[in-house]
């Protein structure tokens, strides 16, 4: 039993540093973990937008939901972009992106920070402050999309 359980802890001890090396199996598991996040980016933030277009009813519960799934997935797609491998494995990035990745790495940040301010509007529930902090928040999306996403 006591063999059992030392032999178990030993493979443990072996087994969890490969596993907690990285979370992705290769590049284009990197690849396709941040265009699926982009994409749950989109679907938030889409929601948010028909509200404050007014093509649903404004709701500040609905909201504040969004926002913060807005707040944590605004800062998970950027360390996809150094993963080994992943700039062979393709995605649809404009080959500047590799000479570039302080200034993504930056923008990711911008738009983390951006994500954490509204979401504190959000949770106050003030409309005029909603929409200050969505604007700020969706400028980020063209401005590297320009530079870095193929079209
Ligand atoms: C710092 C740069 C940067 C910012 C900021 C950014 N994106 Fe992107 N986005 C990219 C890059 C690069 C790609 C291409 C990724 C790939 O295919 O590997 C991309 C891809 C996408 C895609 C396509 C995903 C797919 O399925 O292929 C969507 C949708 C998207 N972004 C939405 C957004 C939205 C919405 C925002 C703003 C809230 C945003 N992005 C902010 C760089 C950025």
Redesign the pocket.
Known sequence: MKKALISSLLCLSFALPVVAATAFTDGKDA?SY???N??M??HN?GDIQDMIRGNVAFDVERVKRRAEA?ALL?RL??ETFTVPGTQAA????KPA?WDNLVD?QE??E??AADAAALLVAAKAGEQAAIRKAFSD??R??K???DK???D
Do not use: D, T
């Open positions: 690849v941040r265009q699926a982009f994409q980016i989109r933030m807005l605004s797609p950027w393709g995605g649809e990035v992106i993504v923008r990711g911008k738009l928040y969706a980020n999306c401005a590297c999309h870095y996403k193929a």
